[in-house]
């Protein structure tokens, strides 16, 4: 067990990208890691990768129910749980008049309501057990930068950075802390697979607004992830922290 990580943290979204990477990160921190994620093939994977330390928990976190049911899940096969980071998210693209209310319910549910009902479920745990707590959300350039085809996940993301602040506020007399990490373009397999493929003229459109000029790695987000949950950002809530290789500053040329 690490000196100051929590020795247990919930990870929604680890079996693949971001959250898994942040998962492998925390394991190698020997920290004990409760898996969230609909994807169970995905989980069994990183279950086999990561070994015993990753506890696996299917389900969908669009279904209202699921948060609870997981939590309860990992608490009772975990031990008293002090960290969570909600990484579980959907990006899709789809012009506005093509949106539809199902996709749009998708993205909302998903990327705010589930992360609300998550610190919900176990919020109420970490105050009942009076353990206190840290809590990250991976949150998105996208907050603040509007592009078309997003009205979905943008309104997701800035909602999810003011509901940050509002859990941070909250929570802090429960010793609670809440942050947020933002991340621009990361090379996940996924945002990868889709570069290399049909999006190859959108990805390089997009590096080319990076200041730094090129997409991150997930890996480059991973300390900054395990610095908020741990100790040493015991002053730290509230907080939103764009890795974004300086996206989100303006326009880098012309
Ligand atoms: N990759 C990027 O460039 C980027 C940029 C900014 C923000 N983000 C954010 O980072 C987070 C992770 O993104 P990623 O690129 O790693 O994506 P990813 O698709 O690789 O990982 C997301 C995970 O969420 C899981 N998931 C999807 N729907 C779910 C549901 N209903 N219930 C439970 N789990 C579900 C998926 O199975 C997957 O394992 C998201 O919140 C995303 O918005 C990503």
New binding site residues.
Partial sequence: MSSDLPDTVIV??????????IARHLVGSSVTVAG????AD?LARACDALGPPFHPFA?????PA?AERLVAAAWDACGPISGLV??????PVTPLFDMAVAEWD?VL???LR?PFLMVQALGRRMADAGIGGSIVN?????STLARPGIAH?GAS?AGFSQLTRNLAIELAPLSIRVNAV??????????MAHAEGAGQAEHAAKVARIPLGR??R?EELVDLVAYLLSQRASYVTGSILFVDGGLTLGIPNY
């Fill in positions: 929604t979204g680890a079996a693949s990208g971001i959250g898994l990477a969230i994620d609909v994807d995905g389900g969908d976190l669009c279904d699921a909600n990484a579980a998210g959907i990006y998708a549910n998903l990327n589930a991976i949150g998105s350039s996208a996940y993301k933002a991340p621009g373009l990361i090379g996940t397999e996924r945002v997409a991150g997930p």
